[in-house]
């Protein structure tokens, strides 16, 4: 490892003790720039690692609400700024307990790298909270969104912060969260947040981006195998929005999937997975999982076990970081699986990912196969900026050639460098180097 590498991760670990999931996501882009530090010295010289590599700004704060028993409840609220050298920040807000600095640092790092990839001109943030919106009512969701967004709105607006949706938030909550932002300001919350439902200037297909725009990754990486979905038997893990999205397009591509989950186990249905069930479920009846298996004649459920001990032959992460761990990439190895493509963000652990590379499968980082989300969000600033609606298919379309480009840059910068198939370092080299540019570009501040 060169030492000016070395120095920063130091630094970088110094600085933040206890943030491991942030440490995981620096030093797996900052491995991949090896080989570039020696041919670009002006990286060193302007201190791109140590300026990429530290927030530009991380706000916290309380967000108290109250309850349907009329008791007071306290969360933390977060939103991180890490790179505004090609845009706005613009990155989800996740609502889930686990949310901590750590992880919303490791998404918004990510983001960074993942919206350069986009070619859209936007920078790289992320935010949420540890509230848990599981098993509250519409009415306990409201009130937290209201209260979350009476101290965020201060920070957002068009040309400096758009959140959007991630894990625990989606239209639902942008709705809430955009009512009290107009209530606040006066302004209507075009262009400040996205993933609004569509009556409220939200775009079409932005739902199903993250999902579909996984799958067109998968099928632009098996076509350089000369392969394709058609008759394959894929995994997906989760059964949130970019799962059951994922999960429709490979079936629409002609693949066959067999088993989805959620954080109480996983069901697995030899006809094939029916995802009007799934949906029905999850986005309707916000219910378990395990419900399947009482609908559909012939399917099993396994509490607490992952989707990844099922033969297949493509497997989609959709859920959460380090889901997918060296265990069970050997059981996806032996079960022949060929490619595993990550919805989620960082999915896989280091060891897994060195384990599938080493063994020839096809694998694509989150920055680069799930990009389509917060491309479509961009794509929703488009129009929302030109006072215009497009139709399905012309986001659609877009989407799919935003996919085929990120796919594109990602073999360019392997190929470039003898890397043959290695989309991690792909994404990395071809995220960070418009990224660098810009903060070269822009002097020392
Ligand atoms: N949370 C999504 C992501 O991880 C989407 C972000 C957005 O639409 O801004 O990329």
């Not at 409840?73 to 686990?98: C, D, E, T």
């Not at 490791?106 to 936007?122: D, H, M, P, R």
């Not at 949906?279 to 419900?291: D, G, N, P, Q, Y």
Request: glycine share 10%; hydrophobic share 40%; proline share 3%.
């Amino acid at each position: 490892m060169s030492s000016y590498l070395h120095r920063s991760l130091e630094t970088l670990t110094d600085r933040n003790p206890s943030q491991a999931l942030f440490k995981q996501a620096v030093t797996e882009v900052f491995e991949s720039l090896e080989p570039l530090l020696h041919e670009i010295p002006e990286i060193e010289a302007n201190a791109i690692l140590e300026r990429i590599s530290e927030p530009e700004r991380q706000i916290m704060f309380r967000v108290t609400w109250v309850d349907d028993q009329g008791c007071i409840q306290v969360n933390r609220g977060y939103r991180v700024g890490f790179s505004s050298a090609l845009g706005p920040y613009k990155g989800g807000m996740r609502f889930h307990p686990s949310v901590e600095l750590d992880v919303i640092k490791f998404l918004a790092f990510e983001q960074i790298f993942k919206n350069s990839l986009t070619g859209l001109g936007i920078g790289g943030g992320k935010g949420g909270s540890d509230f848990d919106p599981k098993g509250k009512s519409d009415g306990e969701v409201m009130r937290f969104c209201q209260a979350f967004m009476s101290e965020l709105y201060h920070f957002v607006g068009e040309d400096t912060d758009v959140p959007a949706g991630d894990i625990g938030v989606g239209a639902r909550e942008i709705g809430y969260l955009a009512g009290q932002y107009k209530r606040l300001t006066k302004r209507f919350a075009h262009g400040v947040l996205t993933g609004k439902q569509v009556g409220l200037g939200g775009s079409l297909a932005r739902k199903e981006a993250t999902g579909y725009g996984a799958v067109y990754f998968a099928a632009e990486m098996l076509a350089t195998r000369q392969d394709s979905l058609k008759g394959k038997h894929c995994v997906v893990s989760g059964s949130g929005n970019v799962a059951i999205y994922c999960a429709r397009k490979i079936q629409e591509l002609g693949g066959k999937v067999m088993a989805m989950s959620d954080s109480t186990g996983c069901v697995h249905d030899p006809a094939g997975i029916d995802l009007d069930i799934v949906t029905a479920l999850k986005e309707v009846e916000r219910a378990r999982i395990s419900e399947y298996s009482n609908r559909r004649h012939g399917s099993k459920f396994f509490e607490q076990q992952k989707v990844w001990n099922f033969p297949c032959e493509v497997a989609f992460p959709c859920a959460t970081q380090n889901e997918l761990a060296l265990e069970d990439a050997k059981a996806l190895l032996e079960n022949g699986c060929q490619a595993v493509i990550e919805g989620a963000n960082m999915p896989t652990t280091p060891e897994a990912i060195a384990l599938l590379r080493e063994k020839g499968t096809l694998f694509a980082p989150g920055k680069a196969a799930n990009a389509g989300g917060v491309a479509v969000s961009a794509l929703e600033m488009q129009q929302n900026a030109a006072l215009q609606n497009w139709s399905f298919a012309q986001v659609d379309d877009r989407l799919k050639a935003i996919m085929a480009n990120i796919h594109n840059d990602c073999v360019f910068y392997a190929n470039k460098y003898r890397r043959t198939e290695d989309y991690v370092f792909g994404a990395n080299v071809a995220g960070f180097l418009k990224v660098a540019e810009a903060v070269k570009s822009y002097g020392v501040f």
